[in-house]
Every structure is written in structure tokens, then in C-alpha cells.
């Protein structure tokens, strides 16, 4: 069983930056990720890292922006936001599963989710 808290979500103005944490205990052997869900809109893939840590998975809208990364003796992920835009704004959620590099974007890949964070982007 893995649980996951997501923490780190608040208010920023477009251009700046936050860092998410997901605290994951339990998530060892796992691949853990985030995606987002805008108001009536679909949940969307943002960011993955497999269960070592070294191979790292972007969305091509958060590429360069966003970086994901894994304390894996704290079994913590990070997720820093740079440059944020106010269409990012949205619930982050992260997630936990074994999937396959083919699959590793794809909501149904993952067994464990968080509460979610919200992250409001102002103009």
C-alpha cells in the first residue's frame, strides 16, 4: 500500500516559481507521478520518474520548466514549477504505479493517488 500527500501548492504570480513535494511512503520499487487537472477540463500527464530515480518523463508543455526529481531515503518526489503560466493553474496530483515506458504518461497506469495540491497562477 503506498500513501500519497501532496504539499507545496499556493498562490503565485505568472513567472514564478513553487516546488511540490509528494510525500510517499511505501513507494519503493514504484514509479511515481504528477498530472494536473484545470477546472472543466481533463486530468492531465505532467511529469513522471521511474522507480531508480534516473529516467525522468515531461509533458512538451513543461519540458525545461519543470523538474521532477526523488529522495528516495526520505521516499519523497519533488516537483520544482518554474516560469509558471495562469493556464497552469490546476490540482496537481501524484501518483504511484508500475507502468511500462509506453504507458508511463497514462492515468490508468497508476494504482495510488494523493489528495491533490492547488496551484493558482495569477496574471
Known amino acids: 500500500q503506498v500513501q500519497l500527500t501532496e504539499s507545496g501548492g499556493g498562490l503565485v504570480q505568472a513567472g514564478e516559481s513553487l516546488t511540490l513535494s509528494c510525500a510517499a511512503p511505501?513507494?519503493?520499487?514504484?514509479?511515481v507521478a504528477w498530472f494536473r487537472q484545470a477546472p472543466g477540463k481533463e486530468r492531465e500527464f505532467v511529469a513522471a520518474?521511474?522507480?531508480?530515480?534516473?529516467?525522468?518523463y515531461y509533458a512538451d508543455s513543461v519540458k525545461d520548466r519543470f523538474t521532477i526529481s526523488r529522495d528516495r531515503a526520505a521516499s519523497t518526489i519533488y516537483m520544482k514549477l518554474n516560469s509558471l503560466k495562469p493556464e497552469e493553474t490546476a490540482i496537481y496530483y501524484c501518483?504511484?504505479?508500475?507502468?511500462?515506458?509506453?504507458?508511463?504518461?497514462?492515468?490508468?497506469?497508476?494504482?495510488?493517488w494523493g489528495q491533490g495540491t492547488q496551484v493558482t497562477v495569477s496574471s
Open positions: 520518474i521511474k522507480a531508480s530515480g534516473g529516467t525522468t
Open positions: 501518483a504511484a504505479g508500475r507502468p511500462i515506458t509506453s504507458t508511463i504518461r497514462s492515468i490508468g497506469a497508476y494504482y495510488y
Open positions: 511505501g513507494s519503493t520499487g514504484y514509479s
